[in-house]
């Protein structure tokens, strides 16, 4: 029976516990969204201020080499790699994901010409599954939705069709972990490539990209890696690939030579090639800042503190909410789960709200889910003692039913 005192004794034993003073949390929130946005890191706001201050107002033009922004991408894509298993000089930081998606998709495409099949998931991030079709009807491919569980099978009967394998890491809905170097493995297996994205896996767990040979893998900054609202996403391309690798958004910064504004374009070699164009320096530089959280830590000890906080909330799960409507979607093993866990309840839309109203912040995602994401660089095991109690009361009580949570939104 998990009672806040046991909540308490593992808080205890917990040797990242302390990281938590690193963030500038609330401190009567509990925050279970870090899947969505990731909390504020203490060395964000000073180092923004130096930078807007030292920088940008006093060094001006010249803080593209004296402070060297231009390096930015790739440096802070390196220290983005010791999370992923990258060797530095695979990895570069700026646009959006969707961007870096579609630079991905048309890249990976132009691996494999004359091969005319995108394999997907059905259940991939909209973002991801709008892409694949548009990228498809730039290429003249045919998008294949198939559930992870079925890919082997596909490839084995298809596999020669297909160009480019495209699947995301952790299920955004339902938290389920899939098993990279198995997926790989296969879409090598039939002579495809693979675009992984890592945007629920980044910083939540550790990633293999060197040893599993991934080809190509893109993510977002702003969840487990707390890089704040809209910071910009990053792109691995494995080095074997630097040289064939064509994305299709030739932008100036991605020129072998940007400042001899010369006609035509040429690659630039290595990964930089994947840059684009100016980046949003501020978001980036708060990036920085903001991965410090990292140091000295490594992805096997938040793994296993994600572990234990996800077995904790399964354990308080089936005993405050499994009896109330409430069913667990996420997968009870821990192996097969990312750094969520996800319930399912008819009013998932109210209850959430009204749990926010309590201090208890999480999300939904339709038709009935709700998500609670837990970093384990902020997140206590009393704080997910908190959540579900919290969540049983409101349940218990009704007061979900309040006209204040049940009107629609835009967004919870
Ligand atoms: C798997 C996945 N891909 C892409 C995105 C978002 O892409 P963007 O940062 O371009 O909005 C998200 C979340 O927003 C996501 O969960
Ligand atoms: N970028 C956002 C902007 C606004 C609100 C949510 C997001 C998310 O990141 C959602 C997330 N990708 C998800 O897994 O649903």
């Known amino acids: 029976m998990p009672t806040a005192r046991d909540a308490q004794n593992l808080d205890m034993a917990d040797p990242l516990y302390s990281r938590r003073e690193k963030f500038l949390l609330p401190k009567e929130i509990v925050y279970l969204d870090g899947n969505s946005l990731g909390a504020l ?66 890249g ?7 091969r005319r099949l995108l394999v997907t998931d059905p259940d991939h991030f909209p973002t991801n599954r709008y892409l694949a079709e548009s990228v498809a009807r730039l290429c ?65 767990l550790p990633v293999a990209l060197d040893d599993q040979r991934v080809d190509i893998a893109v993510g977002c900054t702003y969840k487990f890696l707390s890089g704040g609202p809209g910071s910009p996403a990053f792109i691995y ?69 994600s572990l234990s906080l996800g077995d904790f909330l399964i354990e308080c799960f089936d005993q405050h909410l499994a009896s109330l409507g409430f069913e667990l979607v996420t997968p009870r093993e821990g192996a097969l789960r990312g750094s969520q866990v996800t319930v399912a309840h008819p009013d998932a839309h ?36 908190r959540a579900v109690t919290t969540l049983r009361d409101i349940a218990l009580s009704g007061e979900h039913h309040d006209p204040r949570f049940t009107t629609p939104t835009l967004i919870t």
């Open 41 to 106: 890191s203490g060395r964000v706001p000073a180092t923004l201020e130096t930078v807007v201050r030292d920088q940008w107002g006093d060094h001006l033009i010249t803080a593209w080499t004296e402070d060297d922004w231009w390096g930015a991408p790739l440096r802070i894509g390196d220290r983005i790699g010791r999370l992923l298993g990258a060797a530095p000089g695979q990895i570069v930081v700026g646009e959006s994901t969707s961007v870096q998606t579609f630079n991905a998709l048309v």
């Open 108 to 114: 990976a495409a132009r691996l494999r010409p004359g």
């Open 140 to 204: 003249g491919l045919d998008v294949v939705a198939v559930p992870v569980p079925d890919v082997h099978g596909f490839l084995r009967e298809q596999g020669e069709q297909v160009a480019v394998v495209s699947y995301g890491a952790v299920d955004f809905r339902t938290g389920r972990l899939w098993d990279m170097a198995e997926v790989t493995a296969a879409a090598h297996a039939a002579g495809a490539v693979v675009v992984w994205d890592l945007c629920h896996a980044a910083g939540a």
């Open 237 to 305: 391309v494995a080095r074997g690939h630097h040289d064939t690798f064509e994305p299709p958004l030739t932008g100036w910064h991605g020129h072998a030579r940007p400042f001899h504004m010369e006609q035509g374009f040429e690659p630039a070699p290595g990964i930089s090639r994947t840059r684009i164009g100016t980046p949003p320096v501020l978001s980036l530089l708060a990036l920085e800042a903001a991965l410090e959280v990292f140091d000295g830590v490594e992805m096997a000890e938040i793994r296993a503190k």
């Open 350 to 385: 109210a209850l959430m709200r009204a749990l926010i109203a309590r201090g208890v912040i999480g999300d939904v995602r339709p038709p009935n889910m709700l998500r609670f994401g837990y970093n384990a660089l902020y997140v206590s095991h009393a704080d997910i003692h």
